[in-house]
């Protein structure tokens, strides 16, 4: 079985306009597909309305327990139920989820070293079965970025890493794509300049960007788990528009595509 995991950013989807955009091709888009969807900047926004100011490092939120809250009742409930009720409209059938669902995301709290990341999920295991089961009846699932630990907890898990680790499971059995999708047409040279985009990074070439602070804040985890999920076996990873998913669904040029193979840098 082929299968395309898409990951949409909030960037994207807190714009009803782009967001209807997306919905719309994503349903067009062929063969089997999940959706993992973020939704940061809402949270955000819902939980400075409730006095409550978000706290990033290196890209990813920390969550005390009030903010895990906030981001349970924005991700869970407004976006992915939103977003489930549009793909209807377009004749998508799908089903929404966290983690806990199905068990089918399971984590673990992010043990405390240089960083209390608070009620952060880890990811420790995919329920493929249940993805599998849900793709062979025809239902797209459609996660958003809450987990669990199979003892009570919920976890605000980063949309990218799960994205990757549903990709990474799946690619044990299937062959898989992975698309993150957000509001950019890709990664650029210059955050700027939407024109100096780089249309292919390998691990060489990410190490240079890095040392020379192109590549940096959220950016950062989304890289990292587009190798990580390469290493494990996923076959294709895709960055860029969600205006040109389709395109790059058929080996087009657009957006920025990642490889593990080195090449020199000149």
Sequence with gaps: MEINVIKIGGNVIDHPEKSEMFLKLFSKFPGNKILVHGGGVLASRTGKSMGIQPHMVNGRRVTDKETLEVVTM???GLINKSLIAKLQAFGQNAIGLTGA????????????????????????KVNTSLLENLLQQGVTP?????????????????????????????????????YFCFDRTGVLMDEKNESSLIPLINEDIYGELMRDNVIHSGMIPKLENAFNALKKGVNHVWLGLPENLLLASKGKNSGTSIETLKYDLY
């Design 74 to 76: 924005v991700y869970a």
């Design 101 to 124: 669902d199905g068990n089918a995301i399971l984590s673990v709290k992010r043990p405390v070293k240089d960083i209390d990341y608070g009620y952060v999920g880890d990811v420790k």
């Design 142 to 178: 459609v996660f958003c970025a809450i987990t669990h630990d199979k003892r009570g907890q919920l976890l605000n898990t980063n949309a990218d890493t799960i994205a990757s680790e549903i990709a990474t499971s799946l690619a044990k059995k299937h062959t898989v794509n992975l």
